[in-house]
């Protein structure tokens, strides 16, 4: 039986139209020996394939001037694709495995990566689905605690290192490191998910592994009622959100109105749970005057505004594209500030609901 291309890396990009000159989010899957691009994560059929043999990437590119962290992929029959990160970090590591892959596929080669999952091989009888509810097994599964860590409260999770030691005690897997491809799978799956800055950040992709064998990295059942008290930036009474998420980030941002085009100071408040960057009017009032949902969404930083006053003097502007193509321009503070917004609503499109 032929064996199924490696998936080397993955999530939302934003892509040129190959017809006209517009730019739409889609899930972009890298291939051992190919690009597929689709609508939405959850689609099954890929919009379009792009072969990497014969290929050559560019970075970065600068054929579009407003449009930032942008780079082409030329394919042997001189047809050029472009893709736009949400930041520097993220173009460099697509780039990076673009390049590597190409280069073993023109030698003939299979793409390796240096991870804890090379050379681990599961047992072939392991159900995922099994193994979950026994995991949740009152008696003899794994406990829910309530932990604390930087000024917030965790209730009903677990540590990383616990999920491991579960996994070793049961037998289900020989070791910790077959443990950690286990957990892995169990969280792409979405058996598990991450609570926390440190269990997120990995589940992004910013560790060698998505899952971490660590007492500080925290996760949760689904549907097991966890809730997070946090304490809120602007004063010291504890807020509890029972499945309303945690604030990730508030602050206030310029945004652009949609019908006049006009800009108004808005506060911004990003919850991970549910997948939302509510805002209101900055002078008070308990209601937000509307919400962007994040979930699928795509967030990049842009240089300038087409046909409206220009505004972002110091490179301070940014993008939100929702999964219903509706695009949302917004104004931050400073271009330190705007990497923070960036990669923070980038985390809770990735993990949050």
Known sequence: MEREPMRIREGYLVKKGSMFNTWKPMWVVLLEDGIEFYKRKADNSPKGMIPLKGSSIHSPCQDFGKR???FKLTVAKQQDHFFQAAYLEERDAWVRDIKKAIHHIDGGQRFARKSTRKSIRLPETINLSALYLSMKDPEKGIKELKLEKDKRVFNHCFTGT??????????????????????????SEGYLQPAGDTSKSAAEGLSDTPFLDLSDAYYYFPDSGFFCEGYSSDDDVVL??????????????????HRRKNWKVRKFVL???????????????????????????????????????????DNIL????????????????????????????????????
């Not at 996994?167 to 077959?178: D, F, G, H, I």
Request: proline share 3%; glycine share 8%.
């Open 240 to 257: 509890k959100e029972e499945f309303r998420g945690t604030i990730v980030k508030q602050g206030c941002l310029l945004k652009q109105g």
């Open 68 to 70: 930032m962290f942008v």
């Open 271 to 313: 919850r991970d749970d549910p997948a939302y960057l509510h805002y209101y009017d900055p002078a008070g009032g308990e209601e937000p005057l509307g919400a962007i949902h994040l979930r699928g969404c795509v967030v990049t930083a842009v240089e300038d505004m087409p046909d409206t006053k220009k505004h972002d003097d």
């Open 162 to 187: 616990c999920v491991i030691d579960w996994l070793v005690s049961s037998s289900s897997v020989r070791n910790r490191r077959e443990g950690l491809l286990l957990a892995s799978s169990l969280l």
């Open 318 to 353: 940014f993008e939100i594209i929702t999964a219903n193509e509706i695009h949302y321009y917004l104004q931050a503070a400073s271009s330190t500030e705007r990497t923070e917004w960036i990669k923070a609503i980038q985390s809770v499109a990735r993990t949050g609901k």
